[in-house]
């Protein structure tokens, strides 16, 4: 390791991988690319297999957990991949991109250059979607693989036929291409992956790019702070495990993802000021919205009792339902997955079935306990906490029992366990949702007269010169869908503007 | 995690007591329960094996009586290990008994469940519904073997068909 970089990449995430790949195709520019995770190689089984999805989130030592309270007190736990790739390593692999609406909000925050159009070669670069060869709007030669698992003219396994035909029957369309702007229905969902086997940043990004010698990869080190020195970054303090450091920086690049971007921030006196003074760190830069503004996707489940097992694989759905929980509503706003049979002996085989709210019209915070770098941020969900999200869940689960009641689905699924029939659905609700691991916003874009705003619609942190924030924390709002592609396409994009720089 | 509940049972709440405080008929109503051993009046411990889509494991507890304060306050502490994760549950059981009615019980029960490692990763998706299916039907198998022994006992055999 040198004493200084032209880049450092301070987290190995989803976006820190594209980053650090990209910006060393240039051999003139030096780039150290930190994670506090290993980077294991070859890429464990565990973590290339999906089919061992279930194993790699319970048993692996690769992810994180946080736990976070509800308001009855009960918790549940928030997770983070910590391992070279972060969430592409450990997540269920869906390739999902946000909807035409979800890039013009974004443009409402950062300009035009976040909306659709501008946005959509970015998005056809990213990929290879064999699928749609020839498209408009799918790519054919990127470094992300994607692979459909389910095809609606193949033979399908009997219960996802009947959820098919519960669902048409209901006026739900088919929809075969959920990457399309606006997509709606019954949905074959994309993953990427290639030949079954994961595709993460790691494998798409940063493996090609291991043997240059401009590129330097540490993992298991944690940055502690950025140094800032008059209104600019210069390097960042490192833990490594030979002990503590200091490297210089032309740019620091932070992509420690939703909740440990404002973690850095703030420990490096870049947030909050009240939050500052709280936990005795000097004050570089205020700025209000280091934290603020954390969106994610709530999720519950409903459990039926089986007339039979599904064995369907839940890790990887082959199948969703991508709804709107009213037809009112503008915009499909719910996954809906049917989950694997729970078999025990002497009990009636129970069906869950998962609904995902994707709107979050309330905003949760990520606070920090104590100035130890090792120590996790506190994150407030705040998810169903607004009466419309409580609302378009509640309708929701109403269009659940339809479709569970509706033959041929209704051959499947017997009478509701969870919540039972004297449950009360909204207590239901706010005592068991979860997340769908979509935490976003926590950094958000906006102009510099926007005080929410943490970094401009450069992915530039307001106030301090050579610092760039760009992971998923930067999204004002987290989109329709699933976020690893949009965490790719920050990544991608904040690579162009800081090599056009 | 918070379960909650009640039944009526057509026994007197003395036999209800009388049945839950007692392990071993207790431990005979929980499904699916194996390797099943009383380890005092108050203590027995026993395995459940379960599965979910891809997998299968073992969930090995200990249930233990803590306290029985005839007919307010009776509180049972399971906890146990589940073999794929070797996460901790730790779940406190409390139940009360009241007659509505002469000969008559209403058992109410609730569960408070935390889970300390990978398994709560689950927890909404498969403890939920499974902690509450077992409520279910422990209580279940009680009420129908109080009122088949409180049948054989008081209720002279039916002699026409229904």
């Known amino acids: ?501 | 995690m918070k379960l909650d509940g009640s039944i009526e049972v057509a026994a007197p709440p003395a036999e209800v007591w009388a049945a839950i405080v007692d392990p071993v008929a207790l431990a005979a109503c929980v499904p699916g329960v194996r390797d099943v051993r009383a380890v005092d009046e108050r203590t027995f411990e026993g395995r459940i094996s379960a599965a979910v889509g891809p997998i299968e494991g073992d969930f090995s507890f200990t249930s233990v009586l803590t306290e029985s304060i005839f007919p307010d306050r009776l509180v049972v502490a399971v906890d146990g290990t589940d073999s794929v994760t070797k996460s901790r549950l730790h779940a406190d059981v409390h139940a009360s008994v009241a007659e509505p009615s002469a000969g008559r019980t209403d058992l109410r029960y609730d569960a408070e469940i935390t889970v300390k490692g990978r398994m709560a990763i689950l927890g909404e998706m498969v403890l939920r519904a499974t902690a509450g299916v077992i409520i279910g039907q422990v209580t279940k198998c009680l009420r129908s073997r109080l009122e088949t022994a409180g049948a054989s006992a008081t209720t002279p055999p039916a002699t026409t068909a229904e």
């Not at chain 1, 019209?361 to 996790?376: F, I, K, Y």
Request: glycine share 10%; with cysteine.
């Open chain 1, 1 to 501: 390791m040198k004493d200084a970089y032209d880049v450092v990449v301070v987290g190995g995430g989803t976006a820190g991988c594209v980053i650090a790949a990209r910006l060393s195709e240039d051999p003139a520019r030096s780039v150290l690319l930190v994670e506090a995770g290993p980077d294991p190689r070859p890429i464990p089984d565990v973590v290339a297999d999906p089919k061992r999805q279930t194993e790699l989130v319970l048993q692996s030592p690769y992810v994180r957990m946080y736990d976070v309270e509800r308001p009855d007190g009960s918790t549940f736990p928030l997770l983070s991949g910590r391992i070279m790739g972060g969430g592409s390593s450990v997540n269920n692999l869906a390739a999902v991109r946000p909807m035409r609406a979800d890039f013009e909000a974004w443009a409402g925050f950062g300009g035009a250059a976040w909306g659709y159009d501008a946005l959509l070669p970015l998005m056809r670069e990213i990929e290879a979607d064999p699928d749609f060869a020839g498209s408009p709007i799918h790519g054919d030669a990127g470094p992300l693989h994607l692979e459909r698992p389910f095809r609606f003219d193949a033979p399908q396994d009997p219960p996802v036929r009947a959820l098919i035909e519960a669902a048409e029957d209901m006026g739900i369309p088919r929809c075969d291409d959920m990457n399309a702007p606006d997509p709606y229905g019954i949905c074959s969902s994309p993953y990427n992956s290639l030949d079954g086997r994961r595709i993460s940043t790691v494998v798409g990004w940063l493996d090609p790019a291991r043997a240059r010698p401009n590129l330097t990869i540490l993992p298991e080190t944690t940055v502690t702070r950025v140094c800032v020195g008059d209104g600019r970054a210069t390097g960042v303090d490192l833990v490594t495990p030979d002990g503590r450091r200091s490297v210089a920086a032309g740019e620091v690049v932070i992509t420690a993802g939703v909740y440990h971007s404002p973690q850095l921030l703030e420990l490096s006196g870049i947030g909050r000021e009240a939050e500052l003074r709280r936990l005795g760190l000097p004050v570089v830069q205020p700025l209000v919205g280091v934290g603020e503004n954390y969106h994610d996707h709530a999720v519950v489940y409903l459990t039926y009792e089986g007339t039979q097992d599904l064995r369907e694989d839940y890790v990887i759905p082959k199948v969703r339902l991508l709804a709107r929980s009213d037809p009112a509503r503008p915009l499909p706003d719910l996954h809906v997955f049917m989950r694997p049979s729970i078999r025990m002996e002497g009990v009636a085989p129970l069906l869950p079935v998962s609904l995902h709210l994707l709107e979050h019209r309330s905003a949760g915070r990520v606070t920090l306990e104590s100035t130890d770098p090792e120590e996790l941020p506190v994150v407030d969900a705040a998810l169903l906490r607004h009466p419309d999200d409580i609302r378009a869940m509640l309708d929701g689960v109403a269009l659940v029992e339809r479709l569970t009641s509706h033959p041929p689905l209704s051959r499947f699924y017997g009478p509701r366990v969870t919540p039972g029939p004297d449950d009360d659905v909204e207590e239901h609700l706010a005592t068991t949702y979860i997340t769908y691991h979509h935490g976003v916003g926590t950094c958000r874009i906006g102009p510099a007269d926007d005080p929410g705003a943490v970094v401009g619609p450069d992915l530039r942190v307001h106030g301090v010169e050579r610092l760039t924030v760009a992971d998923a924390s930067v999204l004002p709002t987290a989109p329709h869908g699933n976020t690893n592609l949009a965490a790719i396409l920050v990544g991608e994009l904040a690579a162009r503007r800081l090599a056009a720089a």
